[in-house]
């Protein structure tokens, strides 16, 4: 199975400032056929079930605010909250769809 | 609205089984893969398994294979995971979800609780 590690365990972080959270996989999650990254982020606050972020990587889901973001390819994968709001404290995510047994990554805490 | 109701979670003791139902409504519920992720207490987010839209294409985190089994009926807009063989270590929130790539909606979730 694909190993997703999250870093770090958990971040606080001052409000409007950048939150910056890691992703690897132990295999590259890039698919040749399409040239897109198997890789999604998910938010998710305490008493609630996760919320879809990211998709592809990079592309904002529906409605997600434009100051969350994701970066990466192969291995290596970010998500930035570029100015940190009351309402983004929550677990973060990541999560491969590489494989037909999917994955998630440990998860991130972001406090204020 | 899309909404998702999960239901049937309970105490169960180690070596029972539980099917849990999740009914959807606000889509096309044919037109979808739909996934099931479980989530123990204070931990995170566990994959557990999807299936394709006629119920032909199936797959499973290795812990639960040969234990569980997922199954939707489209003319009753539900999706099921069938819990044999159940351990101390399924307990969890269980949600389902719709997609396989990416989950875009998520039900509220139900308690299974694993325990003699």
Redesign the interface.
């Given at each position: 199975?694909i190993v997703m590690t999250q870093s770090p365990d958990s971040l606080a972080v001052s409000l409007g400032e950048r939150a910056t959270i890691n992703c690897k996989s132990s295999q590259s999650v890039l698919s040749i056929s399409n040239n897109e990254n198997?890789l999604?982020w998910?938010q998710?606050k305490p008493g609630q079930?996760?919320?879809?972020l990211i998709?592809w990587a990079s592309t904002r889901?529906s409605g997600v605010p434009d100051r969350f973001s994701g970066s990466g390819s192969g291995t290596d994968f970010t998500l930035t909250i570029s100015s940190l709001q009351a309402e983004d404290v929550a677990?973060y995510?990541c999560?491969q769809?590489y494989s037909?047994?999917?994955?998630?990554?440990?998860?991130t805490k972001v406090e204020i | 609205e899309v909404q998702l109701v999960e239901s049937g979670g309970q105490l169960v003791q180690p070596g029972g089984s539980l099917r849990l139902p999740c009914v959807a409504s606000g889509f096309t519920f044919s037109d979808y893969w739909m996934?099931w992720?479980r989530q123990a207490p204070g931990r995170?987010?566990?994959?557990v398994a999807?299936i394709n839209q006629d119920g032909s294409e199936t797959?499973?985190?290795?812990s639960v294979k040969g234990r569980f089994t997922i199954s939707r009926d489209n003319a009753e807009k539900s999706l099921y995971l069938q819990m044999n063989s159940l351990r101390d270590e399924d307990t969890a929130v269980y949600?389902c979800a719709r997609g396989?790539?990416?989950?875009?909606k998520?039900?509220?979730?139900t308690q299974v609780i694993v325990s003699s």
């Open positions: 199975d198997f999604n998910y998710q079930p996760p919320k879809l998709y889901y677990v995510y999560q769809h037909t047994v999917r994955t998630f990554g440990g998860g | 996934s992720v995170g987010l566990e994959w999807y797959s499973y985190m290795d949600f396989h790539w990416w989950l875009e998520w039900g509220q979730g």
